[in-house]
């Protein structure tokens, strides 16, 4: 499996931004297609983003859609999620995952490889 480090998350006011990071280790980044998940207290893991292996190709939660940015740079080793126009409820922990599947699936099962997870918290 790769190994997945996640950075960037912080505390931000509502209409804010963060850019967080993902940097990815012990194998062939450009094999995994590349997913954000996040996760609130109480909450189950919620798909927030994916993107293909090549980057041509992105998927979006509707809560996130035209705020949220998936890119990556696969001779970085890195994925990143640029968030705009924050608001509260985006406040959650998240997740960078990977996936040898070629498809951009939505569902958490489908991700083998799991960050530790950043928090973001976002005050109203």
């Known amino acids: 499996q790769v190994q997945l480090v996640e950075s960037g998350g912080g505390l931000v006011q509502t209409g804010g931004s963060l850019r967080l990071s993902c940097v990815a280790s012990g194998r062939t980044f450009s094999w995994y297609t590349m997913g954000w998940f996040r996760q609130a207290p109480g909450n189950e893991r919620e798909f927030v983003a994916t993107?293909?292996?090549?980057?041509?190709?992105?998927s979006y939660s509707n809560s996130v859609k035209g705020r949220f940015t998936i890119s990556r740079d696969n001779a970085k080793n890195t994925v990143y999620l640029q968030m705009n126009s924050l608001k509260p409820e985006d406040t959650a922990n998240y997740y960078c995952?990977?996936?040898?599947?070629?498809?951009?699936?939505?569902?958490?099962?489908?991700?083998?490889?799991w960050g530790q997870g950043t928090q973001v918290t976002v005050s109203s």
């Open positions: 993107i293909d292996r090549s980057g041509s190709i992105t």
């Open positions: 995952a990977g996936t040898l599947r070629i498809d951009t699936s939505s569902a958490p099962a489908a991700f083998g490889s």
